[in-house]
């Protein structure tokens, strides 16, 4: 029996298990290194503007406090369950271990749809679920982030929720907040930024030029869009992007700025160039050098890695390519795959910067956070460049094998409390 259930926690159970194999990790080890330390569920009822109470189901997953406290981010997201925020829960995990962060991961979300919210029932239900979480998270134990449907205001309730309830200002509960509240300068595009990055190194190792490549991104919020507009920096041909109302193609290139600023005054892709739409699914398969995508989890599988053709797949978004793609893309050696847990790993990277600078209130600027973001990038990309090659395995499996292998040896080292 399990509290965790559905697709998301499945792949990520199945992923875990494809790496233990592979690290011969004995089978009585694997359940403490797989399952979360502790799930928690909330009922958050709020006042709604019609005079209505409105409950909405609330939770947050802590995969393991082992290397310090749990980190990550919070959604809200009308699909949340239990069983995919474990799975983004034990991505972070890994995550973390492969960047050499002193957390472990952790996820959270609410079941909601956030656009169907006014602002003052946002911040009821952002203060309500905290308020929630409160017995179960701080500065040492659980930082929250944003995610899919929130944002630096979110965090912002967040850390004024929390800080009026123990009644001192603590900024570090909580990453991603406005720079005004104890944030840092680069948060907010650290994830982007980092999956363009990455895109140039896998670029670079292929022997193409930015200047003669294209890319198409799938997700344009807010990691999707800084990507695009990294990549279109260097000289890369955008001549893809989309978001949940529509998919846009032109093969001459998209004004990716004017999309960008588009998208931050209506909220949505759609009404900015409708002539060019073409369908969701198509727009993963057709050709490009960088396919990015930055939306929801598991969007490529099996069918569409068999029809790819692109020659770098730069996933900003938690576990976009299923198992089963996995597995076809083992066939086609021409595809380079920037995994997920190296690819967006400058978000994270970023926070944990933010819950320095927070702890030791001394502030960094924005040159200084980009320039330790992109040093920390290519720490983890060597390593897991070398241990691809040393191993003969896939980037993935040699991420993953990092950073599971970084979370056993601190369990083996500190042991198992009576």
């Known amino acids: 029996m399990t509290l965790f259930a559905g697709p998301v926690f499945e792949m990520a159970k199945r992923q875990f298990h494809i790496i233990a194999d592979h690290l011969e990790i004995p089978v009585d080890e694997r359940e403490r290194l797989l399952m979360p330390k502790r799930a928690i569920a909330v009922s958050c009822p709020i006042h709604m503007d019609d005079g209505r109470t409105a409950v909405f189901q609330g939770f947050r997953v802590q995969h393991h406090l082992t290397l310090g406290p749990a980190k990550g981010g919070t959604r809200f997201s009308a699909n949340v369950d239990l069983g995919e925020i474990a799975a ?19 996820k959270g979300g609410v079941a909601v749809d956030p656009l169907s919210l006014s602002l003052r029932e946002l911040e009821n239900l952002s203060r309500r679920y905290m308020e929630e979480m ?25 850390m004024d929720t929390y800080s009026m309830n123990k009644g001192v200002t603590i900024p570090e509960i909580v990453t991603g ?11 907010r595009e650290a994830t982007g930024h980092g999956v363009a990055f990455l895109a140039f190194r896998a670029l670079d190792r292929l022997g193409i030029e930015p200047s003669r490549a294209t890319a198409i991104i799938q997700g344009f919020g807010n990691v999707g869009s800084h990507a695009a507009l990294g990549l279109a ?48 699914r198509d727009l993963l398969t057709l050709p490009c050098d960088v396919l990015a995508p930055c939306a929801v989890e598991r969007v490529i599988d099996g069918e569409i890695a068999a029809k790819l053709q ?19 893309l083992a066939q086609r050696k021409e595809i380079f795959v920037v995994p997920d847990i190296l690819c967006n790993a400058g978000g994270v990277i970023v926070s944990y910067f933010e819950w320095v600078q927070d702890l030791q209130q001394y502030f960094w600027s924005r040159d200084e956070v980009m320039d330790k973001l992109e040093r920390a990038l290519d720490r983890s990309w060597s390593k897991v460049v070398e241990r691809a090659e040393k191993d003969g395995v896939s980037t993935r499996t040699a991420a993953m094998a990092i950073g599971v292998e970084r979370v056993r040896e601190a369990k083996r080292a500190r042991g198992l409390f009576p």
């Open 310 to 328: 692109c020659r770098v797949i730069a996933e900003g978004a938690n576990g976009p390519t299923t198992p089963e793609a996995d597995e076809a």
């Open 88 to 106: 983004l829960a034990i991505w972070m995990s890994w995550k973390c271990a492969l960047a050499e962060l002193p957390y472990g991961g952790g």
């Open 233 to 280: 920096a260097r000289g890369v041909r955008v001549t893809g992007i989309s978001d949940h109302t529509i998919a846009l193609y032109d093969a001459r290139g998209l004004d990716v700025k004017a999309a960008a600023a588009y998208a931050a005054r209506h909220g949505v892709l759609k009404g900015f160039a409708d002539a060019a739409a073409v369908s969701p």
């Open 134 to 158: 409160i017995p179960f998270v701080g500065p040492r134990t659980d930082i929250m982030a944003p995610d899919m449907g929130t944002n630096e205001q979110v965090m912002a309730w967040f």
């Open 177 to 187: 907040k406005p720079v005004g509240s104890g944030g840092t300068l680069g948060r």
